[in-house]
């Protein structure tokens, strides 16, 4: 059933809404081709992810600055196999959440994707098959500015054209759904597909209630 949502553009996060926390096995493949200590391998993964989602250092980089921190001696095969082993991994989508997104597009309802991500990830929001359900794609790499920085929000207003009244954003995170409540922008925190959908309904509602009724003209008094 589509949604529409008049006069608001809804901007959705990308990792942990449209695509779902990779799964165990993707986990394990990528630690097998580490070969490091668990805990010691994800707290590097996280702790450098800022920086490669801000495009202040490129994807080797990343992988380089992981291995020293994890003691590991990698060659250039293993890092291709590391890198494509984690992008495979946030790939995977949601489906009950790609069904709220289909519908909003099938009733018109404007939508923006808004992700902390690397410059490797744009190409893919925009030239894959998400690219036709969102009018604009904006990642912290061309921004150089992560969520929950209030100049990522502002940023977005600013290029959609929008006061911050007219934006609905959804996250899974609350320190970046703090942040854009201060601003003024209705924000929904995202746990699971049917949720979202019962907000977004009604804001639909909410939306279509607020819409001023147009009137009929009478022809018998209306001017020339």
Do not use: C
Not at 7 to 24: A, H, L, M, N, R
Not at 30 to 47: K, N, P, S, T
Not at 138 to 155: C, H, M, N, Q, Y
């Amino acid at each position: 059933m589509s949604i529409t949502i008049e006069k608001q553009t809804v901007v959705f996060d990308y990792g942990e809404v449209i695509s779902p926390v990779p799964s165990q096995r993707d986990r394990r493949v990528i630690l097998e081709f580490a070969g490091a200590d668990r805990e010691q391998f994800w707290a590097a993964y996280w702790r450098h992810r800022p920086s490669l989602d801000v495009a202040a250092m490129t994807v080797m980089e990343y992988w380089r600055a992981i291995e020293r921190d994890v003691g590991a001696d990698w060659d250039a095969q293993r890092i291709h196999q590391l890198y494509l082993a984690d992008f495979r991994s946030w790939l995977v989508i949601d489906q009950p959440t790609l069904e709220v997104l289909l519908d909003l597009k099938a009733g018109g309802t404007r939508l923006a994707l808004l992700s902390n991500a690397g410059p490797d990830f744009s190409s893919y929001y925009r030239s894959g098959m998400l690219g036709d359900l969102f009018e604009r794609v904006f990642t912290s790499a061309e921004l150089g500015v992560l969520k929950p920085d209030p100049g990522i929000f502002r940023a977005v207003l600013r290029e959609l054209d929008v006061p911050a009244s007219s934006v609905i954003f959804v996250d899974d995170m609350q320190q970046n759904i703090d942040a854009a409540t201060t601003l003024g922008i209705h924000s929904h925190h995202y746990t699971d597909a049917g949720k979202l959908r019962s907000f977004l309904n009604l804001q639909a509602t909410t939306a279509t209630q607020k819409a001023p009724e147009t009137l009929p003209v009478s022809l018998s008094t209306a001017q020339p």
